[in-house]
């Protein structure tokens, strides 16, 4: 094969995952909501946002780097424990539509209080790592130090998160509260303290995705920053399956490299034409998503 | 002992429970029996807390159970298997004992051998999915699960639902069995009167939300009216 198109199809492939474990870790943290409450979060983007202005602003103040990381997640967590008992909390067993106007709502409420407090300018973030692509035979590779480090990040991420459903007793009530509230409650699990946890760890999650996204050089932090990265998070979502953690995660790299492969060999305005498209096919074939097991739950 | 009194549910206009007062012995099986819609359900869910009496009280060994939560009431030390068992179809057969020994303080490893000692079939089966388990199975997985945190009420609500005669006899024996130490009181929910009437000592009979019988379950056997009206047992 011609080593300029393997060298090409390569560098698509790899910066098609690296844009792909970021839809799958929004597209993750999605799912975790929807597994726990049932609810589809469309402040998904803008909850961890916030939470990020919060935790990297203190870089203004000469707190380094990591620090500020750590507090961005910490933030992202009380911002979900928050959101979920003062204003989610009553919206449980309510009309669905309910959910989805407040959390849009909230959307738009976080972004202009953002707005408002540390103005629409793009923040640039300190990269810990380098963002030049690799060379291979002096043409670029599609990987950096920083897409490294962000490939790993999203894998311990996610290594984490499904260990903790997995082996762990916390893990067992979070999933047997998401399945079977009520039979949970009978056996002394404190349901509510799983959702309120369920909201932190899925804002947690998207702090990391958020300080991943805006920490390179062309997007910056800006109350929207998290709004076009939310939209292909959400389509892996749908075509993983709401329920499905592990589908939200290969959707999320599937749809990260198809896309990278059509805006390379197409135009780039065709990517969201082509992203919508892949959701409007999976919808129609298999309308639980591609992974999910369980019947389907109107939205 | 669990005392209830003058307890009345209501679901909107409906009354589910009207002005019920019943007490249950500790160490004793209690059966409550009636036609659908008797209220038998409603009263294990008030029990329980899942649902909120409108008037009434429930004492547990003295202690109010009234607006506790039903994640406290399990900590009490009240089991309920409730309608239609209940298990995590999702969950394997350890995963739903493993949730089940969550607030017990016996080691969990202790608590499955006992688990699987008396009820064999869940240990060939500990890691097959729930779902994937015959009805009879189920239940043996309910009330293993039950079991496990150590309660000393068990609430049963419909155990024999859909089980075939002979699996229904089983588990009425492994019933009876539990209270013979007399360290476990339970309620037994239960349509099919005759199997639960022989295990029980007492029996409470439910029509439309009110007892109409409260005695000896020997005597509400005996009784050829309550038999014929309210529970079914045309000789």
Redesign the interface.
Known sequence: MDPILTSRIMSDVLGGLTNGVVYGLVALSLVLVWRSTGILNFAQGAMPMFATYVGMGLLSYHLSYWPCVAISIVAGFAVGGVTERVLVRGLYGKPEINPIVVMVGFLIVLEGAAAAIWSTKPRGLPNPFSSIDYQIGGKPFGLSDFSVFEIITAVAVMVIIASLFRFT?LG??L??SA??P??????????GRMLTLGWMLSTGVGTVTTILVASNYFTGLTPQVMDGVFAFGFIAAAVGGLDSPVGAIISGISIGIILQFVGDYFNSNDIILVALLILVVSLMVRPNGLFTRSSVRRV | MITIEHLSVSFGAVQALRDVSMEVATGKITAVLGSNGAGKTTLLRTI?G?EEPTTGSIDLDGKSLLRE???NI??LGV??V?EGR?V?G??TVE?NL???A??STTPLRAGLDEQYERFPVLGERRKQHAAKLSGGERQMLAMA??LI?RPTVLLLDEPSLGLAPLITAQLMRAIHDLCSTGSLTVILVEQNASSALRIADHAVVLHLGSVVANDTADLVAADEKLRQYYLGMVE
Do not use: C, D, T
Request: aromatic share 2%.
């Open positions: 007793k067992l009530q999933r047997a399945l079977s009520e039979v949970s409650r009978l056996l002394g699990v404190r349901v | 329980s899942l939560r039903p994640e399990a900590r089991g309920h409730p209940g995590i999702e969950f995963e493993r949730l089940g969550m607030i699960r039950a945190a």
